[in-house]
T-cell receptor
Framework: DTGVSQDPRHKITKRGQNVTFRCDPI?????LYWYRQTLGQGPEFLTY????????KSRLLSDRFSAERPKGSFSTLEIQRTEQGDSAMYLC????????????FGPGTRLTVL | AQSVSQHNHHVILSEAASLELGCNYS??????LFWYVQYPGQHLQLLLK??????LVKGIKGFEAEFIKSKFSFNLRKPSVQWSDTAEYFC???????????FGIGTKLQVIP
């Protein structure tokens, strides 16, 4: 399968713990995006990388959230001191550079904070 | 800031009925418009997109959408739905040279055999 992959698919954690998610984009894509989706809502943009540079960040991305893409390939999203309100589906997408590039989504990581 | 409104949150249709899902966006400049679909247990997939040119866009599985700039609308249509079209449909927009895509709340479509 050459699509976007995410790991883990499900994560259950206790409030206050740190969690880290990984996203592997489609191999030839140099743009990578993180979104968050809560129940009954559409995905909400969190952040975007072009290669290893983080170029856009949403105000939704509090200082407890950090994303990296150190080598311009896979990316990690870390949430520190998780809160119950962080429970959501975290989606990763990738695209190739260009004005008409389309974002292709992965299966998501479902986070449950108890 | 850009935003997207989807008019119907739940739609129930019988097979062979025609479908139209409404989508309006708010942004005055050049926009790129998308419809994504999420089938039960699967991830988001692109159904169709509009960047420029012919405002009537055809996508996969017989879906089409029409961009009407004067109405800030991008409604999704299918002349005859099938049970396999049961899914959640999201309208989305990006604009202004930004990569951020703004999604609507989604419309859950249930097709009854």
């Amino acid at each position: 399968d050459t699509g976007v992959s995410q790991d883990p698919r499900h994560k259950i954690t206790k409030r206050g713990q740190n969690v880290t998610f990984r996203c592997d984009p489609i191999s030839e894509h140099n743009r990578l995006y993180w979104y968050r989706q809560t129940l009954g809502q559409g995905p909400e943009f969190l952040t975007y990388f072009q290669n290893e540079a983080q170029l856009e960040k949403s105000r939704l991305l509090s200082d407890r959230f950090s994303a990296e893409r150190p080598k311009g390939s896979f990316s990690t999203l870390e949430i520190q001191r998780t809160e119950q309100g962080d429970s959501a589906m975290y989606l990763c997408a990738s695209s190739s550079a260009g004005s008409t590039d389309t974002q292709y989504f992965g299966p998501g990581t479902r986070l449950t904070v108890l | 800031a850009q935003s997207v409104s989807q008019h119907n949150h739940h739609v129930i249709l019988s097979e062979a009925a025609s479908l139209e899902l409404g989508c309006n966006y708010s942004y005055g400049g050049t926009v790129n418009l998308f419809w994504y679909v999420q089938y039960p247990g699967q991830h988001l997939q692109l159904l169709l997109k509009y960047f420029s040119g012919d405002p009537l866009v055809k996508g996969i599985k017989g879906f089409e959408a029409e961009f009407i700039k004067s109405k800030f609308s991008f409604n999704l249509r299918k002349p005859s739905v099938q049970w396999s079209d049961t899914a959640e449909y999201f309208c989305a927009v990006n604009s202004g040279g930004y990569q951020k895509v703004t999604f609507g709340i989604g419309t859950k479509l249930q097709v009854i055999p």
